[in-house]
């Protein structure tokens, strides 16, 4: 510690005035002169100080004091005794008349002075000492200066009396005396609670002053500020009422300020549990304004919000006001289309009654524009995807986080096809609107739509292009529609025809002419073959074989000019871009020749064949060809030529120079092959490395050289030698041994043979792998099985199973490729080691029907699971599906119909060898309708059945059909009668469309003005060479009716011809009777 100086002396006494009660002080002395100052003293006079002792109680002849303990008054603690001291007059001497010890933390030290004399006046000094041990190792005191208290008389004249106040609460009690000696009947003022003297006013704790009870803590308290002094001292007790306050409730919104006053009083220190703003006492919650509360500010509007749900009460009336703060909203806008609805959140944050402006669906923070898919944008629904669409380019934020989604309406669109000829480019608009993503059929270029197809100007409809004149034409028979009205232009391709004309050879009418689209025929002679529909642009090839004409041989093809061949040679390579005459040019006879022809014999890929393209005349050498290309044939390897397949003939190697001569016939060598085989090496038990691999391929009588052992390792066992047995009873050969044995006509296996150690192993188990199962567990089999005992295997008995596969058995190797062993099949092996078994799966197939843009009906659903060709019966249209204009004929592997075929028949099976799609296959249908074409009555004939396209149609008859004054003649293709005439019981074969047929009237004729009407005359029937009772083309004009006996009638012939007529019979009639009895007359005279 540091020490402060306080005075000079040049006695041995000093005194230290000025100091504070209750307050440790230390001391310490140094001596010096003008040589300087010398070392300090020990530390010494420490002082105690003794606040207010006073005179407690007296009575007749006995006065009792107390103090304060001194408490923490120095570094090392308390005071550890005390010493009372009395003088008998002021300024006596003080004698010691009593020490204590300390009474200890919480009692007050005390000391009652007995048996003194009443009428005198005693004096009284306290004080406090501090124990320490000497230098001997006693315990010595350190006392402190006296603190004297004012003398009391005792006894003697008027008696006198104490006005003691007490504070009434709390423990020890808290007093003070009225300095004042009061006398009976004095009037004594009482003090009031406010009084200096009085350091306990427990107003500030929360209870108010209600007066002093006298001479007892509960009661009445005396009325009025004073009392009569009684014969006996008096204690005032001070009466207290707890004080009861209020806690108000303000809305603190700035403007009315709303307030609520609790009902419930609160004393200091209860727990105030705080009202939520949503308790129905409040009609004012502002947080349907836009507010987030955020508690009550204590005492003020901007104060701070109490913590925790409650508050405990002080010593005033609370006013609590609410704290607000205002809620940011957010706007999120959703894309709203129905399956990924993408969101975009604004960043800017909104209070209630912000003016919002809503987004364009243009803006760049949308990645989502449906505008481009087909998408009308009408506006923003707030709160649902399907609410109401905001009016106008904002609103106001109401109070809650605002959802908006894009409100679309599909775009209609129209599709127009164009003629696109160059010149009048004729149009055609549909009726029929679609929206982004529905399927447009593409309109055949025959339909009645169009009174434009150039099919029969030279042109071949190739298809219809989107949106440009020379597009790409659209593949399939649809399209699916894109945003924004589409322009179909149909494509045409110039069409021309070409004829290869043998120029005195003849083709054998196997000819063909390569080429896209493209229709050959030969004439009745097959002299001339013509190809037709060949594109402009289009190459084709030459015949693939030339004619033939004998002791001349075929040169080219050449154009002619002025009735000449060419003499430059037709290019099959240039493209047609008109009609061509191609004729044979040929040489004079030569010496005839021969060719050699190579034959794959099996090969895997025939078209690898070489070709010797040399003309051999009779005796000529030949070198044989290589294997140039790489013809291969399975695991076989090529040995070369040979002239018969069984390789029994002449073999011949490759490039074998002047091999033979040729003779007089063509030569056919076939390809020579050779088998090989495989050597492969078996664990045969390892537990450790894996066997192994030869991958040479050996020919029947190659030497084979052994591998070693690799990493193979077996516990317990070392390895011996190979052997073609498992238990080593076959033949045996070293690791490496060279040229050990010659592979004969099979596959070789060899098996490790294993040593252990001199203790043969004499038992064996067989353990079954599950191999890959998604379910079930593998069978365990508890034998232990004795060397060459028979095994036979478990089923599988724990319902192993693999998804899309199918259980087979076990096989030794894990896949497949080893021995097969069925379940539970006796004696399937004899054991030699350890086995395992691993379970062997079979994949399974799937047949799926597809109603392929069926209307109506459902497709069959086939639930089996087929195994790798399996046979698969093909399932009826069981679930009756239509298609409009369509008839379904079966099931096919593709779409549109250009795979394989199959008759939706249960005997019709296919073998499967995959996951297999079947196509509901449809062909368009046609219909007939007949038209009565200016009738008078009845009805045509109805024809309800469809026909495919090329099926017979039987004509019907008129039916009711009648026009007045007309005879009904025939049927026919126009109404104009211009088109193909059909008879009744005709035969009509269907075209690719619908055909209407028209009825055809003739006029009936009336003559000499007479209601007689003429019998209807039958004209001869004409028929095409393609139908029976048809008539091509316009028919031909009627036959003039015949008259009787008569090139032609007179004018006038209508009035006079059957009077006439009827005069020239009855001549005719009186001629030949008369010349009949003329006759009659004469044979009567003859006889």
């Keep these: ?105 919480g009692n007050i030290p005390n000391y009652n002075d007995t048996y003194l004399s009443s009428d005198t006046r005693y004096y009284y000094g306290i004080t406090a000492l501090r124990s320490y041990i000497d230098e001997f190792g006693y315990t010595q005191y350190r006392e402190g200066p006296m603190v004297k208290i004012d003398g009391k008389t005792l006894g003697g004249g008027a008696s006198k009396y104490e006005v003691t106040y007490n504070k009434n609460h709390g423990y020890p009690e808290i007093e003070w005396t009225d300095p004042t000696e009061y006398e009976t009947n004095d009037n004594v003022i009482l003090k009031g609670i406010t009084n200096l003297d009085f350091d306990w006013n427990r107003t500030a704790e929360g209870w108010a002053f209600k007066g002093w009870i006298k001479d007892s803590q509960t009661g009445t308290a005396i009325s009025g500020t004073s009392f009569v002094m009684e014969n006996a001292d008096v204690i005032l007790y001070a009466k207290w009422e707890e004080i009861d306050y209020t806690v108000t409730y303000y809305e603190n919104d700035g403007t009315n300020n709303r307030d609520f006053e609790e009902t419930t009083p609160y004393n200091v220190g209860d727990t105030v549990t705080l009202k939520a703003i949503t308790n129905g006492d409040f009609d004012w919650n502002r947080t349907a304004e836009g507010w987030e509360f955020k508690g009550w500010a204590k005492g003020s509007p901007t104060g701070t919000v109490v913590t925790g749900p409650t508050f405990t009460m002080e010593t005033a009336n609370v006013d609590l006001y609410a704290k607000w703060e205002k809620i940011e909203y957010i706007v999120t806008y959703y894309e709203n289309d129905g399956t990924h609805n993408n969101d975009f959140e604004e960043t800017t944050k909104y209070n209630v009654g912000d003016s919002v402006t809503l987004r364009e669906i243009t803006n760049n923070d949308f990645d989502w524009n449906r505008t481009t898919e087909g998408w009308e944008f009408k506006g923003w629904a707030k709160g649902s995807p399907t609410g109401t669409v905001v009016t106008g380019t904002s609103f106001a934020m109401e109070t809650a986080n605002v959802d908006l989604y894009a409100k679309w309406k599909k775009i209609n669109y129209t599709v127009t096809y164009y003629e696109n000829d160059g010149t009048r ?100 002679g097959k002299t001339v073959l013509t190809v037709e529909e060949i594109e402009s642009g289009a190459v084709i090839s030459s015949p693939s074989a030339d004619p033939t004409w004998i002791d001349h041989g075929f040169v080219s093809w050449h154009e002619k000019e002025n009735g000449n061949l060419k003499a430059e040679a037709w290019n099959p390579a240039a493209p047609i871009t008109k009609d061509l005459e191609l004729f044979a040019k040929w040489t004079e006879p030569a010496e005839k020749t ?98 192994p691999t030869d991958s040479s391929r050996y020919e029947s009588g190659d030497s084979v050289t052994t591998k070693d052992k690799n990493m193979l390792d077996k516990t317990g066992h070392a390895f011996l030698e190979w052997n073609t047995l498992p238990d080593g009873t076959g033949t045996t050969y070293g690791e490496n041994q060279v040229d050990a044995f010659q592979i004969s006509n099979g596959n070789v296996i060899l098996y490790a043979i294993w040593d252990a150690g001199g203790i043969p192993q004499t038992t064996f188990t067989v353990t079954y792998d599950e191999n890959g199962a998604t379910s079930g567990t593998v069978p365990v089999d508890g034998n232990s099985y004795n060397l060459a005992d028979f095994v036979t295997t478990l089923g599988n008995t724990g319902t192993l199973t693999k998804t899309d596969f199918v259980f087979k058995g076990w096989n030794t190797l894990a896949d497949g490729t080893g021995v097969h062993y ?25 047949v799926t029907y597809d109603a392929n843009y069926a209307d109506s009906g459902t497709v069959p659903i086939d639930g ?17 599906l239509e298609k409009a204009n369509s008839k379904f004929i079966g099931w096919n592997t593709l779409p549109d119909g250009t795979g394989t075929s199959y008759d939706a028949d249960i005997s019709e099976f296919f073998l499967i060898t995959e996951n297999t799609r079947l196509y509901a296959e449809w062909t368009p249908v046609y219909t007939v309708t007949y038209h009565g074409n200016t009738e008078t009555a009845g009805t045509p004939p109805t024809d309800s059945a469809e026909y495919e396209n090329g099926e017979s149609v039987m004509i019907l008859d008129k039916n009711t059909l009648v026009k007045s004054g007309y005879t009904f003649k025939n049927w026919n293709t126009l109404a104009d009668g211009s088109g193909t005439v059909y008879n009744q019981g005709a035969t009509l074969t269907m075209p690719d469309h619908d055909v209407d047929l028209y009825a055809q009237w003739k006029k009936n004729s009336s003559g000499g003005g007479g209601n007689n009407t003429t019998p209807e005359i039958k004209e001869p029937v004409k028929s095409s060479p393609a139908e029976s009772g048809t008539m091509q083309g316009p028919e031909p004009e009627e036959e003039p009716e015949p008259e009787p006996y008569m090139e032609s009638a007179p004018a006038g012939y209508g009035a006079w011809a059957y009077p006439l007529l009827l005069l020239f019979l009855i001549v005719i009639a009186v001629y030949l009777y008369m010349r009949y009895r003329k006759r009659k007359a004469a044979s009567q005279a003859k006889v």
């Design 425 to 524: 480019n004729s149009e055609f608009t549909g009726s029929t609107l679609y929206q982004v993503g529905d399927t447009v059929p593409l309109k055949e270029i025959t339909n009645g739509d169009f009174d434009w197809n150039r099919t029969a100007e030279g042109f071949k409809f190739e298809g219809w292009s989107k949106d440009s004149a020379v597009g790409t034409p659209l593949s399939g028979t649809s399209f699916t529609m894109t945003a924004g009205n589409v322009k179909l232009y149909a494509q045409w391709t110039p069409i021309y025809t070409v004829t290869f004309d043998a120029n005195g050879g003849v083709f054998d009418g196997s000819e063909t002419v390569s080429g896209t689209g493209i229709v050959q025929s030969f004439d009745l």
């Design 864 to 880: 089996t699971r087929y195994e790798y060709n399996d046979a698969v019966y093909l399932q009826e249209n069981t679930g009756n």
């Design 822 to 846: 069925d379940e539970n099949q006796a004696n399937a092996f004899q054991i030699y080691n350890d086995v395992i078994l691993y379970a062997e799966w079979a994949p399974t197939y799937t």
């Design 594 to 691: 021969y060719r050699v022809i190579y034959h794959a014999n099996g090969a895997d890929d025939e078209s690898k064949i070489p070709i010797d393209a040399t003309e051999y005349p009779a005796g000529a050498y030949v070198t044989v060809k290589a294997n140039e290309n790489g013809l291969t044939k399975g695991n076989d390897i090529f040995k070369g030529w040979n002239t018969k397949p069984a390789g029994d003939g002449t073999h011949y190697d490759e490039n074998q120079a002047n091999a033979f001569q040729m003779g007089t016939e063509n030569v056919v060598l076939y390809a020579e092959w050779a088998p090989t085989y495989t050597v492969t090496y078996m664990p045969n038990g390892a537990t450790s490395g894996t066997a």
């Design 1 to 105: 510690m540091g020490y402060t100086k306080v005075g000079d002396t040049t006695n041995t006494v000093f005194e230290d005035t000025g100091l504070n009660a209750d307050t440790w002080y230390s001391y310490v002395v140094s001596a010096y002169n003008d040589k300087g100052e010398g070392a300090w003293s020990n530390t010494d006079a420490v002082t105690y100080a003794l606040p207010n002792p006073k005179i407690e109680e007296e009575g007749f002849s006995h006065i009792k004091l107390n103090w304060p303990r001194i408490t923490n008054s120095a570094p090392s603690g308390d005071a550890d005794a005390y010493k009372i001291y009395r003088a008998q007059w002021e300024g006596g001497v003080y004698e010691q008349i009593g020490m204590i010890t300390d009474p200890g933390i």
